[in-house]
């Protein structure tokens, strides 16, 4: 009886939180610039956790590392669901591992992904990431200019390599085309804003397809049929190999040695495994263009990176992972890239299973949590400065590498980012060997003036800088023949 008083008294106190406007509740108070800059500033106002609504949603975010870690970690058996978007189901999405709901298809999902990318399983990859970072550096030699789609074929080749053994062609891989492709057109038709008016009124969906307005469900059936050209080809590629006994090591060919490959396991296999592209290859890239616009803004930094890998690798090889323990500042400059920029700002929200009493306050069953992560990297008391890019605040006084890093970016509790070891080791790897290798200045113009520039990011999920000027110029001595030899070990 005492609880379920105390649980209705809670119920009168939801957490805090700004006034919202009628229907459309706090949506349109959110910076364009990015909602994690208004939540950050609410919290300053409403504590570390408050309350908004999106239309009807009740939307909880949480705002320190305390309660997200109380909340999401010790609590994750009700925190570990996705919230429900009319969006998904509607375009054929729900396979990915990333939305989909708390439950035993996703365990199987996790299971696949943990059997081959868990922290010693995912070192298998690191020479095929080597040998990836290797033909970055050749594109990076040939054409500069060009190197935010060098990182993105980087990334891309690494998951795909991971996953399904598929060494993808840098002239415009079919299967790589295809994919992107069709991640295109789920880009525009699963905006925020179409999801939020759909989640508010489902009832939409119900007109016919004829009916005036209703061309979002035409559309929607078209681009159901091209998920497939998004998961078939790969993953036939996978059984073409297997069946030819000529497979490479791969998470696909493992799970289908391991779990079976028939049925609906076989179909899980296949889902889990499509959804590494999208969750991995836009990720990877954009955290390599934070790295390269701290470079040209901090040149202080580069210089004190190069010496360190000068000094340690010298300049007849190039730096690998036997190296890393060596290299404490080129760790130090990778955990302060995730922080200074965290490129998932506001993670990816999860979903209370069931209501939940915190602190007094109830966090009502299908609330959608948001974990603020840029609130997290912008605490004052653990990153003084934070606007400053500072690796040495990853360093003990004697230049050993602290116990603490920032990888609250990859998430949180059973839905930590699974294929967290494997991009850390193709970060790694990418940013010490260009730094060997290579210089990045600001851009100077005809008359040879410095362009300066403010730093901008795209207000999205996955929030990247908007394209900044900026020179990519081989350190001395470093030309194809020089690079020739380097790789040919
Ligand atoms: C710098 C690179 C990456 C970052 C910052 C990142 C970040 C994240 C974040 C924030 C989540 C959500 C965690 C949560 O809900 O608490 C996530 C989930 C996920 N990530 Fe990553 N990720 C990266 C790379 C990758 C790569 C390379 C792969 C695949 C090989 C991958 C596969 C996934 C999958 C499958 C999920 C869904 C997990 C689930 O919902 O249970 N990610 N990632």
Request: some cysteine; charged content about 25%.
């Amino acid at each position: 009886l005492q609880y379920w008083s105390s649980k209705r008294q809670a119920h009168q106190r939801l957490p805090p939180g700004p006034r919202p406007y009628p229907i459309v509740g706090n949506l349109w108070q959110l910076d364009k610039a990015g909602s994690w800059l208004t939540y950050t500033e609410w919290s300053k106002q409403y504590g570390e956790v408050f309350m908004i609504r999106f239309f009807n949603k009740k939307v909880i975010v949480l705002n320190s590392e305390r309660v997200i870690k109380d909340l999401l970690d010790k609590r994750s058996f009700n925190y570990s669901d996705r919230p429900h978007h009319e969006t998904i189901g509607l375009f054929g999405l729900g396979f990915r591992t990333v939305f989909m709901p708390y439950g035993d298809k996703w365990r199987v999902h996790r299971r696949v992904y943990h059997q081959a990318l868990h922290p010693e399983g995912a070192k298998i990859y690191r020479s095929m990431q080597v040998e990836k970072a290797y033909q970055l550096l050749q594109n990076l030699l040939s054409s500069p200019d060009d190197y935010v789609n060098h990182f993105d074929f980087f990334s891309g080749s690494i998951v795909m390599s991971a996953m399904y053994g598929y060494n993808a062609s840098p002239d415009d891989d079919p299967i790589i085309r295809n994919i992107k492709r069709v991640m295109q057109s789920v880009g525009q038709a699963e905006t925020p804003e179409l999801a939020a008016v759909l989640d508010a009124y489902p009832s939409l969906l119900k007109f016919p397809s004829w009916f005036p307005g209703a061309g979002v469900k035409r559309g929607a059936s078209e681009l159901r049929d091209r998920v497939k050209d998004m998961k078939e080809p790969p993953f036939e590629y996978v059984l073409k190999q297997m069946s030819a006994g000529t497979a490479e090591h791969s998470l696909v060919f493992q799970a289908l040695t391991r779990l079976g490959d028939t049925g609906e396991t076989a179909q899980m296999i296949k889902d889990a495994s499509a959804t590494a592209y999208s969750a991995g290859s836009e990720t990877t890239p954009t955290t390599m263009q934070v790295w390269v616009l701290a470079m040209v803004l901090h040149p202080e930094v580069q210089a004190r990176a190069q010496a360190e890998i000068d000094a340690v690798v010298g300049h007849d090889r190039l730096p690998d992972f036997s190296d890393r323990p060596s290299l404490p500042y080129i760790e130090a400059m990778l955990r302060e890239t995730l922080r200074w920029h965290p490129i998932v700002p506001m993670s990816i929200s999860h979903s209370a299973l069931e209501d939940d009493i915190y602190e007094g306050m109830l966090i009502p069953k299908g609330a959608t949590i948001i974990p603020n992560v840029w609130a997290l990297s912008r605490n004052e008391e653990k990153y003084p400065s934070p606007e400053r890019f500072l690796p040495e605040r990853f360093l003990t006084e004697t230049g050993e590498i602290k116990d603490e890093n920032f990888d609250l970016v990859f998430g949180f509790g059973r839905r930590i980012c699974p294929g967290r070891h494997l991009a850390d080791a193709s970060l790694w790897i990418s940013i010490a060997c260009i730094l060997a290798l290579f210089n990045f200045e600001k851009r100077k113009d005809a008359f040879g003036n410095i362009i300066d520039f403010e730093p901008k990011y795209t207000p999205t999920l996955a929030s990247r800088p908007y394209p900044f000027p900026c020179s990519i110029v081989p350190r001395d001595g470093v030309n194809s023949e020089k690079l020739s030899k380097l790789i040919d070990v």
